[in-house]
């Protein structure tokens, strides 16, 4: 009975590199959120995706950050050529898509950029 | 823009005592409100929540209050428990155009809470 499942659980890039962040969702869950949370503060919406399908991205920032949901596979956010202001703790969640205010989150990929 | 407002970063309550975690928020289309627990390292777990059309939720010894209309909702732990020391979060998420909950969360800033053996 898995729960949500984040990998890596800690990533260290240098500016300018690329990160990739994976979430595989609970079963039977069809909807995922990505959620940051910057030092000293909550949790922030970044995403809402559902399989091939991208809900609401009214909380990702307008260049570097792309996320995906494909069909077959784990979640993916990524982020291109990093900067310190990326370093942050990044979680994921997944919901029912009958229940979508009801989510269960991942460990979270605390990301630090050098 | 904080839609959602933990205004106190942290709280020490004595084992067996009453914890009493508050949250006020700003924006009325919010529709459905729920409390986190988190632990260092790990990601939130949900504890319990309430719909806007409730005033009261109680689950063992967890209970949500909510008051729409000074927009404001209360975490009660009766008794507190050192296993509940922890950072509580409160978060709400508005319906959508059809009426239902939507699922993009807005989380407060969280409080801090510490329960004395």
């Known amino acids: 009975n898995a729960g949500v499942m984040q990998n890596p659980r800690h990533l260290v890039r240098r500016r300018g590199q690329e990160a990739r962040l994976r979430c595989s969702p609970m079963k039977g869950h069809s909807h995922v959120y990505w959620y940051r949370q910057l030092p000293e503060e909550g949790l922030k919406f970044m995403v809402y995706?559902?399989?091939?399908?991208?809900?609401?991205e009214s909380g990702m920032p307008k260049e570097r950050f792309s996320a995906e949901f494909p069909k077959e596979g784990p979640s993916i956010l990524r982020i291109q050529q990093v900067v310190r202001g990326d370093s942050a703790a990044y979680f994921c969640?997944?919901?029912?898509?009958?229940?979508?205010?009801?989510?269960?989150f991942g460990p979270g990929t605390r990301l630090t950029v050098t | 823009d904080q839609q959602v407002k933990q205004n106190s970063p942290s709280l020490s309550v004595q084992e067996g005592r009453i914890s009493i975690l508050n949250c006020d928020y700003t924006?009325?289309?919010?529709?459905?409100f729920l409390w986190y627990k988190k632990y260092p390292a790990e990601g939130p777990t949900f504890l319990i929540s309430i719909s806007s059309i409730k005033d009261k939720n109680e689950d063992g010894r967890f209970t949500v209050f909510l008051n729409k209309s000074a927009k404001h909702l209360s975490l009660h732990i009766v008794p507190s428990q050192p296993g509940d020391s922890a950072v509580y979060f409160c978060a709400a998420t508005p319906a959508n155009a059809g009426g239902t909950s939507y699922g993009k969360l807005t989380f407060g800033q969280g409080t801090i809470l510490t329960v004395h053996p």
């Open positions: 924006n009325s289309m919010f529709d459905y």
């Open positions: 995706l559902q399989k091939e399908n991208i809900i609401d």
């Open positions: 969640a997944s919901s029912r898509g009958d229940r979508p205010w009801e989510q269960y």
